[in-house]
């Protein structure tokens, strides 16, 4: 067996309840995000996205569902900017020590991505 192949779960821990998303996502309160492809083939919008974002047990001012133009991958401009919308927004006020905590995260993540982009090396003439 190839080691970078995870092994598949038997079948006893794929019956358990915490496995199963009908039993899991109204679990879910915290803020959600959820940006997603019209054309994603991975995860169909009809079939997955929406009953997904339906069953999640957040309060409907907490989580917002954004359906981009394109596939699998959420264009990284339109996922910047309606996260910072979301953070700084609405979900800012969720209290001062958590909305802090989340800026950290948050602030730490850009300044992560800022660090690996290319430089603009010189230019020739």
Same mark, same amino acid.
């Given at each position: ?20 998303? #009908? ?9 959600? #995000?959820?940006?997603?492809? +019209? ?7 009809a079939s997955s996205q929406e009953p997904?974002?339906?069953? #999640?047990g957040t309060r409907t001012s907490d +989580? ?14 339109? #996922?910047? +900017? ?17 909305? +802090? ?25």
């Open positions: 067996m190839d080691p970078r192949t995870p092994e598949p779960a038997d079948e006893e821990s794929a019956n358990r309840p915490e496995a199963d998303p #009908l039993n899991s996502l109204p679990r879910v309160k915290t803020p959600v #995000l959820m940006l997603n492809g +019209k054309y994603d083939y991975f995860v169909p919008v997904f974002f339906t069953l #999640l +989580k917002k569902y954004i359906v981009c133009d394109g596939r699998h991958d959420v264009p990284r401009t339109e #996922l910047i +900017k309606e996260s910072l919308a979301c953070w700084t927004g609405t979900w800012g006020r969720c209290g001062r020590g958590r909305a +802090k905590a989340c800026g950290r995260q948050f602030n730490g993540y850009l300044s992560m991505h800022r660090r690996s982009a290319p430089t603009p090396g010189p230019e020739t003439s």
